[in-house]
């Protein structure tokens, strides 16, 4: 056989493998193919392409590779006749010289034939796995280099146009990709919004903030996919405050606590209002850096909150591994915080309306207590009580200010706090809250953990006070005294606003106060000139009987005297006199009822019930008498009744036009009650300035109360009750 027999009969054998070659790299294609049409995840397509890649062509080693964004490969799928060091999810850096580095670089296919020469960590480590030479192929997503499959050999050289034969299941592994990413991000898109909707419903709910602040840590830790995240709030004094956090094993136990913002990725974002990471909490010296190392956080990516175009806080994720979190991990934070910002906004809006209803309703049932005119003891405890549960103030006081002697009293408390009601305290070289709100009428606030000296003090530590806040209370432009708030928990558990809020309060106390020291100089005055007037109508009853009613009775003596001197033969003059004398018997009468009118006649001698017979007996009305009260009570009660009854028969004999009047004077439960009725033609006015409105001030004066009631053509109805108890106690 010549040279060309052999040559004829070795290229159809060339031909067959070739076809061979071409029929299992398109079968190879069809089954990738398919999984890419199925919809299978990218890792999966990956795997598949690095397999048929190896297999068909028959090479020792096929990897996937990934660009990311921070200059670095990730090796996402390979296959491996032998130990391989470019492990799925092992990323390294991207050397310029060698075939991933010259991709990425150029965009285009690469080999290099021999990494014998080539510096680097990458070539090293091929090196270090028997692999001399390397082809490969960039993966095109969307007109940019996503990535690359290479092709690695130890020894032998790699076939020529390796490139090409590669460049066909990229394009496959690109179609795999972008339907994959689609894919994915509808499914985030999905997730997001499922997040998001979870988080709003608890708003709509009307759950509780720190409710919504733990969901928003759990929902961004799921989306993120980190070993913890925590929500932080920034406060006016410079720090950051813990309102939430999530961690994979469960125990987050900071919230409430406050931290420094120095070395944090709070004070990060705080600095630029941008996105910002720790790599890295080995280096830890702050508290808060201290507290993210005991739950196992090695890193963190934070982001701003924005509400309402202020910088709120913070949304922050953290990771436990030694490898810092992805970059993007910012962007994709970023888009979280941006989403709950409004949940976030919506729940404070809702807390804070809920929180203005209840203050209102306090303030309510306070200014109805002060527009009843309860007493200022009454308003005390009410304000106070109002206070400890509105602010959940587990520590309250309310303290009067002695001007004179520079102290305080103090008049309500609980717990015991400051010691029981009564005793005195010195504003004098204390530095409490209390204190000070005393020296300058203004409102102050206590931290007790500090040094703070003085008796106030040292009384408020002993009872586990942490902090207090005290507002002065102002009456009439002058310090009545001081309302204090204290917590067993440290300064900042006191809202910074709420020396504001608990000034409602006390605005509304001085109100009260004001109103009730007012009304008891009204009423005092009032009395004074009840009893002075009471005197006054005494003193001239009695000068009347023992002056002109005396020498009326002796001259009506010395005239019947006279008269009975006269001669019979004077008979006229006789006569005379006798008209005299039965004109001046007829004036002493008249006397006789005015003083009776002035000061009732023997009511201090025989008590209210015979006088009232008396009285009934002169009235021209018929009186239906129902008197059961017995004994003697304080003169000014007595006169009063007296008073009433004598003016309610006097007014029904002028206006009422009626026969009969009916009048019960009782004695029970600590009060005096009288009730005069008649059925006559009514329409009695008390502010038309007749006698029942003196008759009235006579009642309230002695701490009475009058009730009149007298519709036109229904009668008239009185109805007066006089207390026995303070006046008794005045005695």
Known sequence: MGYGDVMSTSAPAAERRNEQRLVEEQAA????????????????????????????????AVAVFRYDDDGLMTVVATWSDRPYVFEPGTRWPLDDQTMVGQVRRTGRPARVEDYTGLPGELAARARASGLNA?????????????GAIGAASPDAPLPDRLEDRLAEFTELVATAIANTEAHEQLAQVAKEQ?????????VAAGAPPAEVFEAVSAEVAALIGADGAALTRYEPDGTVTALSGWTAEGGYIYVGKCYELEGTVSGLVFETGRPGR???????????????????????VGAPITVEGRLWGVLAVASKTEQPLPRGTEQRLAEFAELFATAIANSEAHEQLAQVAKEQAALRRVATLVAEGASPHSVIDAVRHEVARMFDAGLSVLMRYDANARALTLLATDDGFLGPVGRSWS????????????????????????????PMPDAARRMGARSAVAVPVVVDGTLWGVMAVGSREPDDALPADFEGRLAKFTELLATAIANAEGRAELEASRARVVATADATRRRIERDLHDGAQQQLVWLALALRA?????????????DELGRVVEGLAAALDDLREIALGIHPAGLSEDGVKPALRRLVARSPLRVNLDCRADGRFPEPVEVTAYYVVSESLSNAAKYAETQVV????????????????????????????SGLLGLRDRVEAIGGTMRLTSPPGAGTSLHVELPLVDQLRAR
């Open 29 to 60: 294609l069809r089954r990738v193919a398919t999984l890419v049409a199925s919809g299978a995840p990218s890792a999966e397509v990956f795997s598949a392409v690095a397999r048929e890649v190896a297999q068909v062509m028959r090479l020792p």
């Open 134 to 146: 390397a082809v490969g192929a960039p993966i095109l997503v969307d007109g940019s280099v996503w």
């Open 194 to 202: 499922a997040a998001l909707r979870r988080v709003a419903t608890l």
């Open 278 to 300: 720790i790599d890295s909490y080995a280096e830890a010296a702050t508290q808060a850096l201290e507290a993210a190392r005991e739950m196992g956080w090695r890193s963190s």
């Open 427 to 454: 504003v004098e070289g204390d530095d409490s809250a209390i204190a000070r709100a005393c020296r300058t009428g203004l409102p102050a606030r206590s931290d007790y953990t500090g040094p703070l000296h003085g």
């Open 562 to 574: 006279a008269q009975a001197a006269v001669p019979e033969e004077l008979e006229q003059h006789r």
């Open 662 to 689: 009916e009048v019960t004077v009782a004695a029970d439960g600590g009060a005096l009650r009288v009730q005069v009725r008649d059925e006559g033609r009514g329409g009695a006015d008390p502010s038309g300035g």
